[in-house]
């Protein structure tokens, strides 16, 4: 991959070059020219087979994809760069499944839908003080993804048309801002749910004075034009750690937001968020118990529109959406990591947030293993069991299983 990028990259200067001896080109001095072909390429597909089993859909889903990303970067022009990046998913013969545009309803949905469309494209200026900004398309996450991800698990990622800085000027503090105006989703353009037009600001500061420990406070205000109901204000403070104790690392995790309506949002409304985990880590192996609370009053909930949902309350998806009663999610996680393979086993009870009969468990099982750091092979599984049957997501049991395959290369 070295090479072909290289032979790529020596093709562009050697054109370029007999270009510019040819014609001269205002503004192009040999630095900046020098800047824009002695950049980075990156390459990345991954290959995937998805199968689902959905209670109260007459036909399984299998989906068979495979997403391609080509990415350059340009090199510095006095701290300024650019960044191009598309992304392809094509379906490789199975396509049995609804993919949010294809109208296939008696199939469960895959959300990973045919298409061709820029991923990132976006300029970047490094300044003094360990300052960096963005304006354009780009990939925007922060801390666990709760709130702020990139859902990197479907085929298409979310990104996000905004301008960013990030400042690291003070002492063990990474401070951030963000201006949003449009949300490109994992459905493309093509899904009336492809595009979320807003008008967000997101401020979130991390500080790490702490021994092993960081300390995070935010704000995201998100107002969507085409989704008002969507629109909220969330406050919040998050303490994640490690202590060293006896050879064994201790892990905790607490975490507290309080989220209410804001700009047109259709419906006033105060609700809280807690998260609280605790574990223990012991060379490649750790155990750790989290209980998480997503506040709800019967008609309204917390919602976290703009997170990486699949990460959270189980694989199998179920709670994509919070239900109007709430959410809270018990949770216990396993792993361990030995020679370049992970096995993780986690298992959830879901209850709504006023205590009633609980709605399901879930299982998830994944074993992935990554070799020479640009191959990564995977197989995951995610049983959901209703506790009662019903006319909800959560009222369905659902199976799924996916097997897949990745590589990643970046020019050096």
Known sequence: MKRITGSVKAAAGGCAALLLGLTPIPGFSGTLWNAVTSGKFSADMRYRFENVDQAGKS?????????????????????LSLLLEGVNVTVLGLHDYNDTVNNRTAFPVVA?????????????????????LRTGRQRIKLDNDRWIGNVGFRQNEQTFDALSVVSGALPATTLTYAYLWRVNRIFGVDSPKGVLHTDAQVIHGAWRGLPDATLVGYAYLLEF???PALSSATYGARLTGRLPV???????????ARQSDYGNSPTSFGLD??????????????????????????????????????????WADVFLTTPAAGLRDLRLHAGAAYLGAHLDAVFHRFTPDDGAPAFGNEWDLQLKRTFTRHYTLGLTYADYHANEPGTGT???????LWIWAQMHFTSL
């Open 246 to 256: 006896a050879g064994v690392r201790l892990l905790y995790t607490a975490e507290y």
């Open 112 to 132: 990973d839908p045919p298409l061709t469309q820029v991923n990132q494209a976006y300029l970047q200026y490094r300044g003094p003080l360990n300052t960096r």
């Open 394 to 400: 959560f009222n369905h049991d659902t199976r799924k």
């Open 59 to 79: 036909n399984d889903a299998n989906a068979s994809t495979l997403r391609t990303r080509f990415g350059y970067r340009t090199g510095g022009y006095h701290g």
């Open 225 to 227: 034009d085409n989704a």
């Open 273 to 314: 968020y807690f998260l609280g985990t605790g574990g223990v880590a012991y060379g490649p192996f750790f155990l750790k118990a989290g209980y998480e609370i997503l506040g709800g009053n019967g008609t309204h909930s917390v919602q976290t529109p703009l997170a990486t949902l699949h990460a959270f309350d189980g």
